[in-house]
């Protein structure tokens, strides 16, 4: 039984190491090769067809040739860690950051960008429960925390205006600061946001524990704002439109 346990498990990793890479392993004996060709062709498009579907931008921007070889080498070269056809793309990000360059340059991040709407998708997070009884007037005195299904992103480029027709050789100098948020309805969608505003989502998981109005101080002092009153009225009705949009909830 061992023996014969042996030799299958042998069988089948000399199948994958053709599957994976025909030209550089030999098929295994005895199997026709038009039978062959079939789990070859099935494999690598439903793999390619994944891909594309989660990376059209990266898809468009390398052109089809480039592209394909990407896959293939994706397809030869990494080993996954997990079987679930929905973390693919995880999977394909994890490749690229493993790799030594890349070009373009801008790839692993827009990858990233390009991952992350399916991400939020399928995360299991629920929208929480926003305390209905707190009104806007008294809104600066309560502790705001940032929706689970709101996330602030950072890039060096900006990832949002790449494609065909545009692909800088050097990152700007000021980053790209984005908000992903899942709605109500399931939609997925981007806006931009300021430095300010994106350094307020991340104080509220920096300093989960303090009041909107010393959220807004600490972030008044380090924006070196001399004009406190007139800040924390501007940080006040961010919040609260915030708030309304179910990125921020009290």
Do not use: K
Not at 50 to 74: A, Q, Y
Not at 121 to 137: F, K, N, Y
Not at 199 to 227: I, K, N, V, W
Request: aromatic letters at 8%.
């Amino acid at each position: 039984m061992n023996d014969a346990a042996s030799r299958l498990r042998a069988q089948q990793f000399e199948l994958t190491r053709h599957l994976r890479d025909p030209s550089a392993s030999p098929a295994p004996a005895g199997i026709e090769d038009r039978r062959l060709s079939i789990y070859r062709d099935l494999l690598f498009n439903n793999i390619a067809s994944l891909l594309s579907g989660n990376f059209p931008v990266i898809e468009n921007i390398l052109g089809e040739e480039r592209w394909e070889r990407l896959v293939r080498d994706f397809y030869r070269d990494h080993r996954c860690h997990t079987p679930l056809f929905a973390e693919i793309a995880r999977e394909f990000q994890r490749y690229l950051q493993a790799l030594d360059a890349l070009d373009p340059p801008f790839l692993l991040e827009l990858a990233h960008y390009e991952w992350v709407e399916l991400a939020l998708q399928l995360s299991e997070a629920t929208a929480a429960r926003d305390d209905a009884g707190i009104g806007d007037a008294g809104l600066l005195e309560h502790v705001p925390s940032l929706s689970p299904l709101a996330w602030p992103l950072a890039y060096a480029w900006p990832v949002h205006r790449l494609g065909p027709d545009f692909q800088p050789a050097q990152p700007p100098p000021t980053p790209t600061l984005l908000l992903l948020r899942r709605e109500a309805d399931g939609e997925v969608r981007f806006s931009e946001l300021s430095p300010l505003a994106y350094r307020l989502l991340q104080r509220l998981e920096e300093s989960p524990q303090l009041t909107a109005r010393e959220q807004l101080r600490a972030l008044a002092a380090e924006a070196g704002s001399d004009d406190e009153a007139a800040f924390l009225d501007m940080g006040a009705a961010l919040l609260r439109q915030m708030r309304a949009n179910g990125v921020v909830y009290f």
